[in-house]
Nanobody
Framework: QVQLVESGGALVQAGGSLRLSCAAS????????MGWFRQAPGKEREFVAA????????YYADSVKGRFTISRDNAKNTGYLQMNSLKPEDTAVYYC?????????????????WGQGTQVTVSS
């Protein structure tokens, strides 16, 4: 019943921008912490960004600070990841995830629900 669906991945040139969306159903998304992770070919899944449900505190990996912005629209039950100044090293499958509770949000082990992923490819 719980479902997260990512969209917005595409092939873009270096320096370009994308906005990824994460549509949630089966949960009251406004009450859940939200995270974004990515996995490049042959690499482990890594933390990208997260936002708490209560105060909306945000967390970012050092590699994306100043370039990516996490946000949510509670009325639409949807989360977003705005990606600017994209680099080839940002190429990966991007996943959104959600979890309710006081947990560490920078590790994928904390999350209960995951989307199927969306491919982002940045050409040089």
């Amino acid at each position: 019943q719980v479902q997260l669906v990512e969209s917005g991945g595409a092939l873009v040139q270096a320096g370009g921008s994308l906005r990824l969306s994460c549509a949630a159903s089966g949960v009251i998304f406004s009450r859940y912490n939200m995270g974004w992770f990515r996995q490049a070919p042959g690499k482990e899944r890594e933390f990208v960004a997260a936002m708490t449900w209560g105060l909306g505190r945000t967390y970012y990996a050092d590699s994306v600070k100043g370039r990516f912005t996490i946000s949510r629209d509670n009325a639409k039950n949807t989360g977003y990841l705005q990606m600017n100044s994209l680099k080839p090293e940002d190429t990966a499958v991007y996943y959104c995830a959600a979890v309710r509770g006081d947990v560490v949000l920078t590790t994928d082990r904390s999350y209960d629900y995951w989307g199927q992923g969306t491919q982002v490819t940045v050409s040089s």
